[in-house]
T-cell receptor, first 112, second 110 residues
């Protein structure tokens, strides 16, 4: 079964540093997403991406965040200047039209 | 009021038991509904979509009550491997911006 893959599985960074989280969505999917889950809390929507542009974003997705699909396969989330409260699991997901989301195995981001 | 609300549990049940979880949602315009399963420190995995007429997939039955704005999941003949957190998930718009509940933790004991 096709999978969404994410790298790295764990990223440790210092406060104020930039990080890029990478995702390879399922190949024939057209919609891409980033969600995050702070330890012990619920999964929260960050952003959705379709046709090379952001289609929706939440209040969490402020100017420090950006997404990009630099080529035909990768989908990245950049956090420009990390804060302690950005520490969380970040899940990438993809879907086809009107299909449920398939999540990647996540990147655990630890900001020290 | 939380958008999607679930009893966090944990529900501790013996193998073979039947267990039911409920979930309520606040947005009456919500369009689609799902149950996802999440193991500790893993990604959410789709368990089943929830249809208006109710639907069953093996030991799992999902029901939707739009009038009361709640969704249920019934697990029959619980297995040890069913131990996980069950996430109630609602799609509030035409896109795929999902709103997750906080999850209900199930522990199935031998």
């Amino acid at each position: 079964e096709p999978e969404v893959t994410q790298t790295p599985s764990h990223q440790v960074t210092q406060m104020g540093q930039e990080v890029i989280l990478r995702c390879v969505p399922i190949s024939n999917h057209l919609y891409f997403y980033w969600y995050r889950q702070i330890l012990g809390q619920k999964v929260e929507f960050l952003v959705s991406f379709y046709n090379n542009e952001i289609s929706e974003k939440s209040e969490i997705f402020d100017d420090q965040f950006s997404v990009e699909r630099p080529d035909g396969s990768n989908f990245t989330l950049k956090i420009r200047s990390t804060k302690l409260e950005d520490s969380a699991m970040y899940f990438c997901a993809s879907s086809d039209t009107n299909s449920p989301l398939h999540f990647g195995n996540g990147t655990r981001l630890t900001v020290t | 009021r939380k958008e999607v609300e679930q009893d966090p549990g944990p529900f501790n049940v013996p193998e073979g038991a039947t267990v039911a979880f409920n979930c309520t949602y606040s947005n009456s315009a919500s369009q689609s509904f799902f149950w996802y399963r999440q193991d500790c420190r893993k990604e959410p995995k789709l368990l089943m979509s929830v249809y208006s007429s109710g639907n069953e997939d093996g030991r799992f039955t999902a029901q939707l009550n739009r009038a009361s704005q709640y969704i249920s999941l019934l697990i029959r003949d619980s297995k040890l491997s069913d131990s996980a957190t069950y996430l109630c998930v609602v799609n509030n718009n035409a896109g795929n911006m999902l709103t997750f509940g906080g999850g209900t933790r199930l522990m199935v004991k031998p």
